[in-house]
């Protein structure tokens, strides 16, 4: 089983803050997936990495891949009380097309 | 609809009692996929379909628990004789294409909040 740990578990900052979030591994993987998660609802594909050392930007979100593709980041410039919610990170191992190991998120509050 | 939906979206069953969860995936997705997710925790794999065939059933947490989607489209979670431990919510996705890679976005139903008491 491959374990994603995430940190921090929680993050309560302030609106126009600064914040990364790490999702990391002892597993490689093909690649990594970031999701949000709202109360009450399911989650929601923020983006896919795929590359070892990608950078993709999302407006204000910028993810990243580890050069080994072991280890990932989410930066968030400027947070919004929008951008609450849980933080999920998911990845696929190179053997398995079927199975998505989630990590256990970041829950991030931003205040107004 | 244009979305996965899941009913009932909340449940609280008796202990002992048998529930049936119901999954309405995206019209057309090949593969349909059932998650748990605990209270503060990220959701946990239980099963995945490929049309009408189960080909992963690995994540399943015991015999009481039975997946079924009969005419490729629709699927029911069946849990018997629940147990405290079951409460959790359950998570539907439905995808596209075959399974999951990273170029096939995974849709996920609101879930349904199971409560066993």
């Known amino acids: 089983t491959q374990l994603l740990e995430q940190s921090p578990q929680f993050l309560s900052i302030q609106e126009g803050e600064n914040l990364t979030v790490y999702c990391n591994s002892s597993s490689v993987f093909s690649s990594l997936q970031w999701y949000r998660q709202e109360p009450g609802e399911g989650p929601v594909l923020l983006v896919t990495?795929?590359?070892?050392?990608e950078v993709k930007k999302l407006k204000r979100l910028t993810f990243q891949f580890g050069d080994a593709r072991k280890d990932s980041s989410l930066h968030i410039t400027a947070a919004q009380p929008g951008d609450t919610g849980l933080y999920l990170c998911?990845?696929?191992?190179?053997?398995?097309?079927?199975?998505?190991?989630f990590g256990s998120g970041t829950q991030l509050t931003v205040l107004p | 609809g244009a979305g996965v939906s899941q009913s009932p979206r909340y449940k609280v069953a008796k202990r002992g009692q048998d529930v049936a969860l119901r999954c309405d995936p995206i019209s057309g997705h090949v593969s349909l996929f059932w998650y748990q997710q605990a209270l503060g925790q990220g959701p946990e794999f239980l099963t995945y379909f490929q049309n009408e065939a189960q080909l992963d059933k690995s994540g399943l947490p015991s015999d009481r628990f039975f997946a079924e989607r009969p005419e490729g489209s629709v699927s029911t979670l069946k849990i018997q004789r629940t147990q405290q431990e079951d409460s959790a919510v359950y998570l539907c996705?439905?995808?596209?294409?075959?399974?999951?890679?990273?170029?096939?976005?995974?849709?996920f139903g609101e879930g349904s909040w199971l409560t066993v008491v």
């Open positions: 998911a990845a696929l191992s190179s053997g398995s097309a079927r199975q998505l190991t």
């Open positions: 990495v795929v590359t070892g050392g």
């Open positions: 996705a439905s995808s596209l294409e075959w399974g999951h890679f990273s170029g096939n976005t995974i849709y």
